[in-house]
């Protein structure tokens, strides 16, 4: 059974920064993971993503405040958000693409972390 599981959010002051992590357990390999966030009210969107070759793409809203990185070792991502606005307030979700026991190419989701940032 595949679980993503995210940890790290939280409150904070604009200005200041949060790390989120999201582990991987249950895939038999993982081509992409990627950072979503959904605000209340709007959209789901992509925050960043990296794949396994550690090739990364930032929405352009976090662009230069964002950082994503990956432990391919430990099926790990880490989001490291500075500079951080009110607007950023969001449910985050970490997503993966991968394969699991099927061996199906497949996306799945974790339940999501809170971040609010105050002003």
């Known amino acids: 059974q595949v679980q993503l599981v995210e940890s790290g959010g939280g409150l904070v002051q604009a200005g200041g920064s949060l790390r989120l992590s999201c582990v991987a357990s249950?895939?038999?390999?993982?081509?992409?993971m990627r950072w979503h966030r959904q605000a209340p009210g709007k959209p789901r969107e992509v925050v960043a993503s990296?794949?396994?070759?550690?090739?990364?793409d930032y929405g352009d809203s976090v662009n230069g405040r964002f950082t994503i990185s990956r432990d391919n070792s430990k099926n790990t991502v880490l989001l490291q958000m500075s500079s951080l606005k009110p607007e950023d307030t969001a449910v985050y979700y970490c997503?993966?693409?991968?394969?699991?026991?099927?061996?199906?190419?497949?996306?799945?989701w974790g339940q999501g972390t809170q971040v609010t940032v105050s002003s």
């Open positions: 990296i794949t396994n070759s550690g090739t990364t």
């Open positions: 249950g895939m038999l390999s993982i081509a992409a």
């Open positions: 997503n993966a693409i991968g394969r699991d026991y099927t061996a199906t190419l497949r996306q799945f």
